[in-house]
């Protein structure tokens, strides 16, 4: 039976499937309608559909190292923090960051396409559709980062059970357990404080503008009466100071406040007769940036009684 549009719309109407799934249902089971409901339902793509436009901002971050060179941080989400905190869920988190840790992929799109470690007859996104099915919650791989050290090594820091994830490369020509341990406190700094970059090296002019012209609005509030070049000095202190506690290096160190963190990475590096140059961080909270979806009970129950 040839296999029309109005047949793979009403398919999608039906099941909340994607339009080629749909299509590739009614080829297979010749057209018939319910037969390709059920073939959907097998593969875990209508339920996994139909979740879709569910939000799902909980979840869990996870970290791997191989071998203190090679590390990936990856953030998978569900709609609630019951079912983060299942064994199963868990335990996909876990091989999704395996995968991220062997993955060549330069994008998520690229390693949702890319054949399922844990079985090579499925795609990351199938494999991903399968744990919807079983759960019952829609869920996501929002995103993955990868980290190879060159010259030096990789650590990583989870805290709160994978609500915040971190890594830290670092160049160093010495390896050890003090050398790691430095960088593990750094990665902790950044779970911590969120700086924006490692140094103010790093910081563009267009940031520096931006920045000032937030602040000198806010002064010409506060200080209406003060002249323009007072005022511009003050923007210099206010910038300065605020440049300090977004670029890691220039943050107070956590653990002890008498030094900067630049501070107290060098005194770990002449310790350990080396140089230690913090070149990356990557820093992943679970559902930053996402809008999390707020249930008004009362709106609800009122709109199903037509009131």
Request: negative net charge; proline residues 1%.
């Amino acid at each position: 039976m040839a296999v029309t549009a109005a047949m793979v719309k009403d398919l999608r109407e039906i099941t909340g499937a994607g339009m080629m799934d749909c299509k590739k249902a009614l080829n297979e089971t010749n057209g018939d309608m319910d037969e390709a409901v059920e073939y959907l339902r097998k593969n875990g793509q209508a339920k996994a559909e139909k979740k879709a436009g569910r939000i799902a901002a909980e979840g869990l971050v996870k970290v791997i190292v191989k071998e203190d060179k090679i590390a990936a941080v990856v953030e998978v989400n569900s709609e609630t923090d019951f079912v983060a905190k299942n064994e199963d869920f868990q335990t996909f988190v876990s091989a999704v960051a395996v995968q991220a840790v062997n993955s060549d992929s330069a994008n998520i799109d690229a390693f949702m396409e890319e054949s399922w470690n844990a079985d090579s007859s499925k795609s990351v996104k199938e494999a991903l559709n399968d744990k919807i099915a079983v759960i019952g919650e829609n869920l996501s791989i929002r995103r993955f980062e990868k980290v190879t050290a060159e010259n030096g090594c990789v650590v990583s820091y989870l805290h709160g059970g994978g609500r915040i994830g971190v890594l830290v490369e670092a160049e160093t020509s010495v390896v050890n357990d003090a050398v790691k341990e430095a960088l593990v406190n750094v990665a902790m700094q950044v779970a911590a404080l969120s700086p924006k970059y490692v140094s103010q090296a790093e910081v563009s002019e267009e940031y520096k503008e931006r920045e000032k012209e937030i602040l000198l609005a806010q002064a010409k509030l506060e200080n209406p009466e003060k002249p323009d070049n007072i005022i511009e000095k003050m923007i210099i202190g206010r910038l300065n100071k605020e440049l300090k506690e977004v670029c890691l290096l220039s943050q107070i160190y956590v653990k002890d406040g008498d030094l900067t963190v630049e501070k107290y990475i060098e005194n770990v590096g002449k310790a350990e007769g080396t140089a230690i140059t913090v070149k990356k961080f990557i820093r992943f909270e679970t559902g930053e940036g996402i809008a999390k979806k707020e249930e008004n009970f009362a709106e609800e129950v009122a709109k199903q009684m037509g009131m």
